[in-house]
């Protein structure tokens, strides 16, 4: 069967051009492609191999054509057009019919009775935006990043005083009315309230609860800067309040990096004038003064988790700091790590997406290993210090240094799996990541990993890494977290419940291995 | 106005900037809208000061 | 700030209050003021013979000739050239023409009268389709038929008004917009309700039954008849707006096929232009766009005031020339509300839940939103005299509306009202 | 006067800004628009705005922008110049005033009239043997013939072999009735916007024009190629004609002709860039050009041996 298709005066370029050809030609039962401008030469061409047809009598030297011998039985004229327009529409169709205002007045005058604002725009406006909008009594969402800390300040001020949320600059997580906002995982709605300033430790800690079964009645983001002496703690504050006065919420959370000292105290002191049942995980804090306070501290986001759960059902919380499966299976499983690794292989690679992830699973390593990251736990634990990274290595991907202008890794995979060409090779031992689901969230990040895994290997040829993951998703996350747990497992990866317990393992491992 | 009478209203969105987050609302049934957002004048800063005069800002 | 808040409802209130009514009809040299014999008045802001495109020198050309002042078309462009013959806007003489829209002395216009404000303005009468001198073209049939309309129609329409008396055009336009027109590319139903009001009228005047006929039949095959009424009843409503100290309201908006002017109320009888585009439109078979002149005519004074493309969405007859659905012709009615201030009380759309049309441009908002207004217009062939060869939608150069904004903040500082 | 968004340019082909001068209002039609470049037609001209990542091209323009796509222009598209700026629509200006003037053709012909050594030819070939452009550039296997390569070629090659051959040996014997008929047989030939076979003329046309002017038959195979070719080739061809090209393309037959020096390999891969076969057809046309100039060089010198020789023999 012979056909061909022309287009009038369809220009494209000869790259374009050429891929057609390739692509189609890879069609099952395709057997020879022509594709070229409609010259008498080229016309020839197609003459001389047999394949002229009607279609292409009127052609002219100014029109596409493509003639294609194919089998029938195998391949339709539909696949090759199919393929052959793949290539060809490059032209993005215009959005949905629905009016898309430019400004945000008239946003409002559209959607009655609107009461968040969700603001991802570049930072030298957002504050603007954010401004408008908490004087037209709008509670406020600031994804937006590099604005000037007076400006948060300001804003904060002004929401307190109008009994709004301040959520940002930079927050990236947060669940209010059941909603998920930016990069936030579908977890049920329950009893557990929560104030965060870091977002994938905020996220963990839902998704853990969410998989022990119980759920949140709101979860509030503030930003990083939140927790600083300057802007001392405006944002947790007021969601604290909130969530006392809250009736839904009967245990309050709080996740934050290590506060400055004076909002500490402001938060001690607020957290003592509730009768509700606070657990704080200040990542690396200080369990004493939160004992004090009347608070229960925590050893990792998951302890947090379970300390929520088990206070939400009346249960005395127990610290924990093992393993879901039993240690015989543990000690299996560090085992065979060990047996796989040959004599060359000495370096343990983190390559993770989510900031407060990464920063966890430093500071528990960290303190049994020589780490270096970007984020490191002292100072001369600098990557700038690791020589042709000769040494254990620990990264927060999502750190402008190395997205280098692209999106957030959460988002576009491209960073993590260059790190994984640059970082992986002969005297790789362990390779610890994350991978975080949810709204926001890349369509298959778990698939982009075990993709990055086989070229990996592919490179290394004759040994293999051990691969210890985890998984920051529920069921019912867009990408689902059943789906994306087998793609790692298919992938020879070992999937932990958790952040704490994957880098546990890799402590094991590294004890074990004696690296 | 407290953030409690927040938490008892349904939650409506405006979203300005990246739309993927006004798309994942739609997706979920929560009213939302999207701003065809562009910076006064389109970024032009002598137009947007001139604005910005008549507003009475600096 | 505030005074410029108050300026611009008075701006608004005139607008809204306005009250344009045909009183009658006359000869332009004894009607329209600053008017004579040397003097040919044209559609857009201020040019000169050199500058002119096609389709303008083309009816000057016919003008001249029709006015007597030339007997052929040589001598015609000769004259043009001279400096003998002296050019304005229709604008500055408080007329409008539709395309190139040539006024000479000897050309009957209609009379219209804002009574709210007691201002006038003046526009000739539509000559229909095909070969005619608001495309440019001047050959003896062109002649020939605006001397029936000089010598038969004019009489007859006039002595009808005169019988007739005091006609609402208002109240004509408001009631056309719910009958599918927006008075600038559609025009069936207000010329329709026009006619239907005249007829007894005309018949009472003491003419020919043959002339009376004749009559009928041009304005029955004429739609667009009564865009010379709504034209002057929309430049009437605004003119008044152009005193208003402090005002960011734009009172002209028009094109004089070279370049794109606009007017704005604080900014008086100031022009701010740009060169005027070529319309990306739907073209009548055999045309495409380099056939087309850069825009052209005062019919853009109906944008102006909230209509023609502003009220779009109303007009499902002609959302072909904005390529699309009957949902873009809602989207570019809505947007249009982002740069005005108020709503019409006269002009409901019935599409838009009877929302009044989007009435008062503001400099302020079109340039903060960068949406420009939307502009239904036909497309005038770029030589004189071939006519319309399409269609669409054209938006005003964004210049226009950037420099009133300097020049606007450049008085307030003169006048010490901005710190 | 002039609204909506702008841009400014960062160069202007020279014979572009001649083109101008004589033309202060202008009417130019969009006759096709890609990512990264747009073509305009205007009195039988064809010019060309690209995007600040690419090289200027005879007459043609870099304006001040990485993506041509978000100005949405479509063929048929009215583009505007007056007063040294065009106006396209949808309200978007590129101004040309602060644009840097640059030849697009070198200033004289190639003083060095032998010079072209096998190395340079051979490191020319080894390039395209390594590239997999999927034109014609396949034949280098073939040139020279005395060593040549067997690997199969692909369809096009295959196909044009023996035209392409004999407008070569042509070419050699400066036959160059014959090699404009055989060049009647190429033009148009190949995959790509620019078919294979332009590219290649390109390339060899190019190389005559500064190495051996006399060979004054281009114009005749521009006139062939105003039928049997796309526009793009046909201003392509028309413009090596004149002696215009990429500055990269005139840089590398300068190098090649021992013009000039410079690293060969470097030039080349940036060349073999262009385009899918583009790049590499032009090459493989330069390639050719220099083995036929070369081998006429060692016959004239052969044939001064011989002459001596017969001078002791009489």
């Given amino acids: ?515 | 106005m407290s953030l409690n009478d927040l938490f008892a209203k349904e939650l409506k969105v405006v979203n300005m900037g990246l739309e993927s987050f006004y798309d994942d609302l739609k997706k979920q049934d929560v009213s939302a809208i999207h701003v065809q957002w562009k910076p006064s004048a389109g970024g032009d800063k002598k137009m947007s000061s001139l604005l910005g005069r008549l507003k009475g800002l600096k | 700030m505030q005074f410029i808040e108050d300026a611009n409802k008075k701006a608004l209130e005139i607008i809204q209050n306005a009250q344009p009514t045909l009183v009658g009809m006359g000869v332009a040299r004894d009607t329209i003021p600053g008017m004579h014999d040397k003097l040919v008045l044209h559609a857009g802001p201020p040019i000169t013979w050199e500058k002119m495109s096609g389709p303008l020198r083309g009816a000057v050309i016919g003008g001249l000739i029709y006015q007597g002042l030339a007997s052929n078309p040589e001598e015609a462009e000769k004259l043009a050239a001279s400096g003998e013959i002296e050019y304005a806007p229709c604008h500055e003489h408080n007329a409008v023409g539709p395309m190139a829209g040539v006024v000479t002395a000897s050309m009957p216009v209609f009379i219209i009268e804002n009574k709210s404000q007691g201002n006038f303005a003046y526009c000739t009468m539509n000559e229909g389709l095909g070969k005619v001198l608001r495309f440019g073209a001047y050959e003896p049939s062109v002649i020939k038929h605006l001397n029936w309309m000089e010598k038969t129609l004019y009489p007859i329409l006039k002595e009808a008004l005169e019988i007739y008396g005091p006609m609402d055009i208002k109240n004509l336009m408001a009631q056309s917009v719910q009958m599918g027109d927006e008075c600038h590319n559609r025009n069936k139903a207000t010329t329709s309700l026009f006619i239907r009001e005249l007829a007894s009228s005309i018949l009472q005047t003491n003419s020919s039954k043959e002339d009376q006929i004749k009559v009928f039949d041009f304005l029955n095959s004429n739609d667009h008849f009564t865009l010379n009424l709504s034209m002057p009843a929309a430049k009437a409503s605004l003119e008044p707006v152009g005193k208003v100290k402090d005002s960011t309201i734009v009172y002209t908006m028009c094109r004089n096929g070279t370049e794109f002017g606009i007017r704005v109320a604080a900014l008086g009888n100031r022009w701010f232009t740009a060169p005027a585009e070529i319309i990306d439109g739907l073209y009548f078979p055999g045309y495409s766009m380099e056939d087309a002149n850069p825009d052209i005519g005062d019919s853009s004074i109906t944008e102006t005031l909230g209509l023609g493309g502003f009220s779009m969405a109303t007009a499902p007859a002609i959302v072909q020339f904005v390529g699309g659905t009957s949902q873009d012709a809602v989207n570019y009615t809505t947007q249009m509300y982002e740069i005005t201030t108020e709503e019409s009380g006269s002009y409901k759309l019935p599409p838009m839940n009877f929302r009044g049309s989007p009435t008062g441009i503001d400099i302020r908002k079109v340039v903060d939103t960068q949406i420009r207004p939307v502009i239904n217009t036909g497309i005038a062939h770029k030589d004189a005299g071939v006519g319309q060869v399409g269609a669409g939608v054209v938006n005003p150069p964004m210049k226009c509306f950037e420099d009133a904004l300097e020049a606007y903040v450049a008085l307030l500082e003169e006048e010490g009202m901005l710190e | 006067m002039i609204s909506g968004r702008q841009y400014g340019s960062l160069m202007l082909a020279a014979d572009l800004r001649q083109f101008l001068l004589k033309r202060p209002q202008l009417e130019l039609q969009v006759h096709s628009a890609f990512e990264t470049s747009v073509n305009l037609m205007a009195d039988e001209e064809l010019i060309t705005l690209a995007a600040s990542s690419r090289e200027l091209m005879p007459m043609g323009l870099i304006a001040d922008t990485a993506d041509l796509e978000h100005w949405q222009l479509k063929a048929g598209d009215i583009v505007i110049y007056s007063q040294n700026r065009l106006q396209l629509p949808r309200d978007i200006t590129i101004w040309l005033e602060k644009a840097e003037i640059r030849e697009v053709s070198l200033p004289e012909a190639f003083k060095n009239k032998s010079g072209i050594d096998k190395v340079s030819l051979e490191t020319v070939r080894r390039k395209l043997l390594e590239s997999e452009g999927g034109g014609i550039a396949d034949l280098a296997a073939l040139l020279p013939e005395t060593n040549r390569i067997d690997r199969p070629l692909n369809i096009y090659a295959e196909y044009i072999k023996e035209n392409l051959l004999a407008f070569l040996d042509a070419l050699r014997n400066r036959d160059y009735v014959t090699a404009v008929s055989q060049a009647e047989c190429l033009l148009g030939f190949g995959p790509g916007l620019t078919p294979s076979a332009d590219d290649f003329l390109t390339g060899i046309i190019l190389f005559l024009y500064y190495r051996d002017p006399k060979s004054d038959f281009f114009q005749e195979i521009v006139s062939l190629a105003h039928r049997r070719t796309t526009v793009l080739s046909y201003h392509m061809i028309k413009n090596a004609a004149a002696g215009k090209a990429y500055a990269s393309y005139l840089a590398l037959i300068r190098i090649l002709a021992g013009e000039d020096q410079g690293s060969l390999e470097t030039l080349a891969d940036k060349v073999l860039c262009y385009g899918a076969s583009s790049g590499s057809d032009f090459l493989f046309g330069v390639y050719c050009a220099g083995l036929v100039l070369e081998e006429r060089e060692n016959a004239r010198a052969g044939n001064k041996i011989n002459a001596g020789v017969n001078r002791i023999h009489n």
């Fill in chain 1, 1 to 515: 069967m012979i056909k061909a298709i022309v287009k009038e005066n369809a220009y494209n370029d000869s790259v374009t051009l050429m891929l057609i050809s390739r692509e189609v030609q890879k069609l099952d039962g395709v057997e020879n492609v022509l594709v070229g401008m409609g010259t008498e030469l080229n016309l020839d061409l197609v003459k001389t191999m047999d394949m002229f047809v009607p279609e292409l009598e009127a052609v002219t030297p100014n029109d596409l054509f493509i003639a294609a011998r194919y089998d029938e039985s195998k391949v339709t004229m539909d696949d090759l057009v199919a393929a052959f327009n793949e290539e060809m529409n490059k032209k993005k169709e215009s959005g949905s019919g629905d009016y898309q205002p430019p400004t945000l007045d008239s946003a409002l005058k559209h959607l009655q009775g609107a009461n968040m604002l969700v603001i991802s725009i570049p930072g030298e406006y957002a504050a603007a935006e954010a401004d408008k909008a908490l004087r037209e009594d709008l509670n406020v969402m600031m994804f937006s990043d590099n604005v000037k800390i007076e400006d948060e300040l300001r804003l904060k001020k002004m929401a307190v005083e109008k009994g709004l949320l301040m959520m940002g600059p930079d927050c990236g997580t947060a669940i209010i009315n059941g909603v998920p906002l930016c990069f936030a995982n579908v977890v049920r709605r329950g009893k557990i309230g929560l104030v965060g300033a870091s977002g994938t430790g905020t996220q963990e800690i839902t998704v853990i609860a969410h998989q022990l079964g119980e759920g949140f009645s709101q979860v509030i983001g503030t930003g990083g800067r939140d927790l600083s002496e300057t802007i001392g703690g405006l944002m947790m504050i007021q969601g604290i309040e909130a969530l006392m006065a809250d009736p839904e919420t009967e245990v309050i959370v709080l996740v934050s990096k290590p506060p400055a000292a004076s909002v500490e105290k402001k938060i001690y002191e607020l957290v003592k004038k509730t009768d509700k049942p606070v657990v704080i995980d200040f990542i690396g804090g200080d369990a004493e003064s939160i004992k004090e306070a009347g608070a229960y501290p925590c050893l990792s986001l998951e302890d947090a988790a379970r300390k929520a759960v088990a206070l939400v059902r009346g249960e005395e919380p127990v610290s924990f700091d093992a393993f879901d499966a039993d240690e015989a299976e543990i000690n299996q499983i560090v085992e065979q790590a060990v047996g796989k690794l040959k004599s060359e292989q000495k370096y343990l690679r983190g390559l993770y997406t989510g900031g407060t992830l990464t920063d966890e699973a430093i500071k528990y390593l960290g303190e049994n290993h020589a780490i270096y990251s970007n984020i490191p736990l002292t100072a001369d634990r600098n990557i700038k210090l690791l020589e042709n990274k000769q040494g254990h290595i620990c990264l927060d991907l999502g750190e402008d240094q190395f997205t280098r202008g692209r999106p957030h890794p959460m988002i576009d995979p491209q960073t993590r799996t260059d790190f994984f060409e640059s970082h992986i090779d002969e005297t790789t031992a362990i390779i610890l990541v994350d991978v975080v689901l949810g709204y926001g969230s890349y369509v298959d990040p778990a698939g982009a990993v075990a993709e990055s895994l086989a070229k990996a290997r592919a490179r290394v040829g004759d040994r293999d890494f051990v691969v210890v993951a985890s998984v920051t998703g529920t069921d019912q996350d867009p990408q689902d977290l059943n789906k994306s747990i087998e793609t790692l497992e298919n992938a020879g990866a070992i999937v932990m419940p958790s952040n704490a317990q994957a880098v546990r393992l890799v402590d094991r491992i590294m004890k074990a291995a004696a690296l």
